[in-house]
Nanobody, 124 residues
Framework: VQLQASGGGLVPAGGSLRLSCTAA????????MGWFRQAPGKEREFVAA????????DYAEFAKGRFTISRDNTEGMGYLQMSSLKPGDTATYSC??????????????????WGQGTLVTVSS
């Protein structure tokens, strides 16, 4: 499964962006999906995840109240709506997918498929 994230760009602090994730040649509807980010010089970190059905979501503390993960299984796509963006949110955001499993959404190694990221830059 080849994933592709899109929707990044340059946004002023306080602004919003919506990232999208799609799978080439295959629907994401049967996979748990997560978003991770990596800032320059830092480790990759968990942002948010949603179960394959959309019934369960999980967020990193910094994302709660500002970011919303969602999915459209009819279109086979996933989304990350980000608002109240801060300069500290500047990073490359990547989506990932895994076969459905219970919990551990924040653990990078549970994801089998990764895509190229999209750069989000938040100016102060």
């Amino acid at each position: 499964v080849q994933l592709q994230a899109s929707g990044g760009g340059l946004v002023p602090a306080g602004g919003s962006l919506r990232l999208s994730c799609t799978a080439a040649g295959r629907s994401l509807s049967n996979f748990d999906m997560g978003w991770f980010r990596q800032a320059p010089g830092k480790e990759r970190e968990f942002v948010a995840a949603v179960s394959w059905s959309g019934g369960t979501t999980d967020y990193a503390e910094f994302a709660k109240g500002r970011f919303t993960i969602s999915r459209d299984n009819t279109e086979g796509m996933g989304y990350l709506q980000m608002s109240s963006l801060k300069p500290g949110d500047t990073a490359t955001y990547s989506c990932a997918a895994r076969a459905p499993r219970f919990g551990s959404y924040y653990i990078t190694s549970t994801y089998e498929y990764w895509g190229q990221g999209t750069l989000v830059t938040v100016s102060s």
